[in-house]
T-cell receptor
Framework: GQNIDQPTEMTATEGAIVQINCTYQ??????LFWYQQHAGEAPTFLSYNVLDGLEEKGRFSSFLSRSKGYSYLLLKELQMKDSASYLCAVSPGGYNKLIFGAGTRLAVHP | DADVTQTPRNRITKTGKRIMLECSQTKGHDRMYWYRQDPGLGLRLIYY???????NKGEISDGYSVSRQAQAKFSLSLESAIPNQTALYFC????FGGGASEQFFGPGTRLTVL
């Protein structure tokens, strides 16, 4: 079967660093996406990894290990506006379908 | 103007009613998707379409149907709404990138079935 796991909730302090983990088991692999979703709003794209390693984009970085079926999203210099849900999604191959994890709700406190 | 629009944004209806949710896009993408989102379950794929002549079922298509009227329009219908179809519905689009491509989401339709 297809399965994507990520923690349900996390809390962190403004200015700190937080790492959100995602593990996956899928029938194939054609890339992993991270999306940010504020409450009641549409998901917005953060990052895409298809090869092993770290992709850095400003305060956000995403890491992938295909052999371990593992990814993480690293958020640096946290701001209050980073309070949101973070969705991990895998493309298992072909047709660009995405399988989403349930999301990690991050609360950033002053 | 938004690239992916959904109408209505909110809808309250009664059990047994037929409901249509509409999605339009100006991104010129061939691929369109319908998802529903429930608390604690994440986004689940209902239907997807890769061009006007192509319609495919997702993981939870029972009780739903779709119509791809044009490249830019993809509608989702609930033939006879039931309370457990109460959810937040998102339309998304993507380009053909050879591999996996980013999906762009509309603002969502909050549907309540009483």
């Amino acid at each position: 079967g297809q399965n994507i796991d990520q923690p349900t909730e996390m809390t962190a302090t403004e200015g700190a660093i937080v790492q959100i983990n995602c593990t996956y088991q899928t029938s194939g692999f054609n890339g992993l996406f991270w999306y940010q979703q504020h409450a009641g709003e549409a998901p917005t794209f953060l990052s895409y990894n298809v090869l092993d390693g770290l992709e850095e984009k400003g305060r956000f970085s995403s890491f992938l290990s295909r052999s371990k079926g593992y990814s993480y999203l690293l958020l640096k210099e946290l701001q209050m506006k980073d309070s949101a849900s973070y969705l991990c999604a895998v493309s298992p191959g072909g047709y660009n379908k995405l399988i989403f994890g349930a999301g990690t709700r991050l609360a950033v406190h002053p | 103007d938004a690239d992916v629009t959904q109408t209505p944004r909110n809808r309250i209806t009664k059990t047994g009613k037929r409901i249509m949710l509409e999605c339009s896009q100006t991104k010129g993408h061939d691929r369109m998707y319908w998802y529903r989102q429930d608390p604690g379950l994440g986004l689940r794929l209902i239907y997807y379409s890769f061009d006007v002549k192509d319609i495919n079922k997702g993981e939870i298509s029972d009780g739903y149907s779709v119509s791809r009227q044009a490249q830019a329009k993809f509608s989702l219908s609930l033939e006879s709404a039931i309370p457990n179809q109460t959810a937040l519905y998102f339309c998304a689009t993507s380009d053909f990138g050879g591999g996996a491509s980013e999906q762009f989401f509309g603002p969502g339709t909050r549907l309540t079935v009483l």
